[in-house]
């Protein structure tokens, strides 16, 4: 870590302690998301994740809903120059969501809650402020299961529907609608692609740009991910052409996705 922010994670870790009281002993406390990554800006705030088994909530806690036995986590924000998003999961709810991806086929898909994506996504990148040792068997636990491949799989089909979209609307006239849905459609397979190679694109996907740049050095790649989303080669007079050129992409990524999921065998 930097000496900046391994200042700021023991400022962070005093601050969850303060707020935790004497009486809870998490069985793991760390931090993830934008900062931890060295991404973050003076207004990002710094997700923490605290394992504990005590379900006690306080005044000002929220909660939200998970699909797992204990079905709600809670959360609490610590205001500051550095806000702090706190979620509070127990062993069980972590051990009951890694659970979700042992021993299934690939093409299966485990429901998922947005909170269980969000911290699964955050695990591989998440750095401990107490119990590393915890946080490295998870994080081993999730890297031999099946789970980016199972996300893989899933936003391919998700493109793949899309795709069909596209060719729909390009028959019938629908042009401009058309390159909505191949957008969406090639967003979808460069997610897939980005999860294959080991990370994951969230929520609104404002970190698409970096966690391409960060699994694939190929500059081509980049270049035309770039074109595509910034419509930088869509002529007004002509969207059939950008949009077959883009569902054309989708293809030849779909291709590379699938030849490297055979010879990986999974996540490795």
């Not at 809870?24 to 990002?44: D, F």
């Not at 119990?131 to 998700?158: C, G, K």
């Not at 294959?196 to 966690?211: H, I, N």
Request: aromatic residues 8%; hydrophobic residues 35%.
């Amino acid at each position: 870590m930097k000496p900046n922010l391994d200042v700021e994670l023991e400022n962070a870790l005093l601050r969850v302690k303060l707020s935790l009281g004497d009486t809870e002993v998490p069985a793991a406390i760390y931090a993830a998301g934008s900062v931890t990554r060295g991404w973050g800006n003076k207004n990002s705030d710094l997700d923490i994740f605290v394992v504990t088994s005590n379900i006690h909530s306080q005044s000002n806690d929220k909660f939200a809903a998970v699909a797992l036995t204990l079905p709600s986590i809670r959360i609490r924000t610590l205001e500051g120059d550095r806000r702090l998003d706190l979620e509070f999961w127990t062993p069980d709810q972590v051990d009951q969501l890694l659970g979700k991806f042992e021993g299934i086929d690939v093409f299966d898909s485990p429901q998922l809650t947005p909170r269980e994506l969000g911290l699964l996504t955050k695990f591989s990148t998440g750095q401990a402020l107490t119990s590393p040792a915890w946080l490295r068997t998870a994080q081993e636990r999730l890297a031999d299961s099946h789970f980016l491949t199972v996300i893989s799989n899933a936003l391919l089909n998700e493109g793949e529907g899309y795709i069909e979209d596209a060719t729909g609307q390009l028959d019938a006239g629908h042009s401009e609608c058309a390159v909505l849905s191949a957008q969406f459609a090639y967003e979808k397979t460069i997610d897939a692609f980005i999860a294959s190679r080991g990370e994951l694109v969230t929520g609104r996907g404002k970190w698409r740009p970096k966690l391409l740049r960060a699994v694939s050095d190929d500059e081509d790649l980049y270049s035309t991910y770039w074109n595509i989303v910034t419509h930088a080669r869509l002529h007004p007079g002509r969207p059939t052409q950008w949009v077959n050129s883009v569902l054309e992409e989708c293809q030849h990524l779909t291709l590379s996705i699938s030849h490297r999921t055979t010879n990986d065998g999974g996540n490795r």
